[in-house]
Every structure is written in C-alpha cells, then in structure tokens.
C-alpha cells in the first residue's frame, strides 16, 4: 500500500448558516514510500482539509483516506503520523527538550533521552534544551516543532505551512535543514505550502491543486538531481 491513498475524496463543511461550503472535491492521490510531495496551491484550496484528512482529524464527506493501507484513526492512534502544523504551537511553559520529549509522554511511553538529544542535535538546538520557546527565535521555534514531530520515528511526516510565518531569508535556511533532516529519515512526508520555491526545492513531486473547491489540477516530477539522490 502506498503511504498515503486519496480516492475520490470529497469534503464538505456544513455552515452555521446552514449552508454547505465543499472544500475539496473528487480529490485522488498518492504518496509512495519514501517520498516526499508537497501540496501546492493558493489560500482557500483545500490544502490543509486534505492534510486534516490525512492526519484524521476530519472525516471525507465521500471517497476514501488510507495511510499505510489503514484508515488514518489507526495510525494516529498508534502514534505512526508526525504532525507540524503552523499552529501547533509549542507549549511555552516547557523546555526546549520537555517540548519535544511529550510526544513520548502523550503515547504513555518512556521517553528514549538518546532519541531526544539526537533530534536535538539534529536540528541545530544543542546548547538550547533549557529555553523556552519564547527566548528562540522564529526559525528555532520550528525546528523544536520539527524535531517534535520526528522523535516517535512515524512512518509519515505532515508538513502544514510549517515555515509560513518566517522570513524570506530565514525560510531559504529552513529548507535546507529540513532537506538535511529528512534526508536523515527519508520518512514518507507530504508538505504543505503555497511557496513554489519551497515545493520545488523540497519535493521528488509536486502536486498542484487549485479552484474553491480545490481540485488536483496538475502534478510534476521533480526533475533535479539533488545531494540526496
Ligand atoms: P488552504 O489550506 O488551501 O488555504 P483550507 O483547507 O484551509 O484551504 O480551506 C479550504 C476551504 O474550506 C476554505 O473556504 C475554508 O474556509 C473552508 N474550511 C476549512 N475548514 C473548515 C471548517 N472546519 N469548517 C468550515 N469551512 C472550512
Ligand atoms: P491555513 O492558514 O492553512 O489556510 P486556516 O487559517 O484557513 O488554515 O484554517 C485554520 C483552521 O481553521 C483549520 O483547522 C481549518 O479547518 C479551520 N477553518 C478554516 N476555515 C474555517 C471556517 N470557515 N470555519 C471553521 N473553521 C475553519
């Protein structure tokens, strides 16, 4: 099975007002083991309704979501899906190492200190595991986001924006330390973003959605060779 499967997904939002606004519409794809694809399109496409449905935080109104051949429940449930979405927050009270040691803690398991330090390692943080993320700067806080999302080593890697309230400059550097990171774990990862450069600078394929509803409206191979091919 692929690691993540959309076939004729559909989802509609019902409206206070009783109206019913479809978000995404008779949506397929895939994401292969292994690979990485960003999602690209403007604001109000749907992107992140299909990130949620991936992640099983909504339902398909029609269709059918599978990650690794189960429903996404499963897999959340398993804690096999890493999750860093903008507004993940990190919890400003905890550490820098408390932050990304809770996953362990929400899965009730033992929290493996050299699995921690390594991600810490990893992403460029040694020396910060007692700040807070308000005495980090923007681009640390996400890698913390990063780091948090990996250290249960899940099976699939979802990205929402993840570098969208950065800078120009400091998203360039992100991107190469998330291309570094990921080259590391070469985790099944589909990405979110409405940056092209980012899409094609991060992704073996890039699938483009666009419309209201969002639909899949194009998809690219990426053709560059790159340091971790
Ligand atoms: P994107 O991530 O591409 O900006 P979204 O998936 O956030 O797009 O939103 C797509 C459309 O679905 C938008 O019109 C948005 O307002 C609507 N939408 C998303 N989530 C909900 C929800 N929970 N309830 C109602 N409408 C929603
Ligand atoms: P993004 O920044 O990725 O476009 P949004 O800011 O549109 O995301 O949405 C953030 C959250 O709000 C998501 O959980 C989305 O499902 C929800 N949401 C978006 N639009 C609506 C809406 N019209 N009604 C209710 N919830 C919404």
């Given at each position: 099975?692929?690691?993540?499967?959309?076939?004729?997904?559909?989802?509609?939002?019902?409206?206070?007002?009783?109206?019913?606004?479809?978000?995404?519409?008779?949506?397929?794809?895939?994401?292969?083991?292994?690979?990485?694809?960003?999602?690209?399109?403007?604001?109000?496409?749907?992107?992140?309704?299909?990130?949620?449905?991936?992640?099983?935080?909504?339902?398909?109104?029609?269709?059918?979501?599978?990650?690794?051949?189960?429903?996404?429940?499963?897999?959340?449930?398993?804690?096999?899906?890493?999750?860093?979405?903008?507004?993940?927050?990190?919890?400003?009270?905890?550490?820098?190492?408390?932050?990304?040691?809770?996953?362990?803690?929400?899965?009730?398991?033992?929290v493996v200190r050299e699995r921690v330090q390594g991600l810490i390692n990893l992403v460029g943080?040694?020396?910060?595991?007692?700040?807070?993320?308000?005495?980090?700067?923007?681009?640390?806080?996400?890698?913390?986001?990063?780091?948090?999302?990996?250290?249960?080593?899940?099976?699939?890697?979802?990205?929402?924006?993840?570098?969208?309230?950065?800078?120009?400059?400091?998203?360039?550097?992100?991107?190469?330390?998330?291309?570094?990171?990921?080259?590391?774990?070469?985790?099944?990862?589909?990405?979110?973003?409405?940056?092209?450069?980012?899409?094609?600078?991060?992704?073996?394929?890039?699938?483009?959605?666009?419309?209201?509803?969002?639909?899949?409206?194009?998809?690219?191979?990426?053709p560059f060779d790159r340091p971790r091919h």
């Amino acid at each position: 099975a692929p690691a993540i499967d959309f076939r004729g997904v559909t989802k509609s939002f019902r409206l206070p007002d009783g109206k019913t606004l479809t978000a995404l519409t008779d949506t397929s794809l895939s994401v292969g083991k292994g690979e990485f694809v960003a999602l690209l399109g403007p604001s109000g496409c749907g992107k992140s309704t299909l990130l949620r449905l991936v992640a099983g935080l909504e339902a398909p109104s029609s269709g059918a979501v599978a990650v690794e051949g189960r429903a996404p429940a499963e897999l959340v449930k398993a804690h096999r899906l890493g999750i860093a979405f903008q507004e993940h927050a990190l919890l400003p009270w905890l550490t820098v190492r408390q932050n990304i040691e809770l996953p362990f803690r929400i899965a009730g398991r033992p929290v493996v200190r050299e699995r921690v330090q390594g991600l810490i390692n990893l992403v460029g943080l040694a020396g910060f595991e007692a700040a807070r993320p308000k005495q980090l700067s923007g681009g640390m806080r996400q890698r913390v986001a990063i780091a948090r999302s990996l250290v249960l080593e899940p099976e699939i890697l979802l990205l929402d924006e993840p570098f969208g309230a950065l800078d120009a400059v400091t998203r360039r550097q992100m991107n190469v330390e998330l291309q570094r990171i990921w080259s590391e774990s070469r985790i099944s990862t589909l990405l979110v973003t409405h940056a092209v450069e980012e899409a094609l600078f991060l992704a073996d394929r890039v699938i483009v959605l666009s419309g209201r509803p969002g639909k899949v409206v194009r998809t690219l191979e990426v053709p560059f060779d790159r340091p971790r091919h």
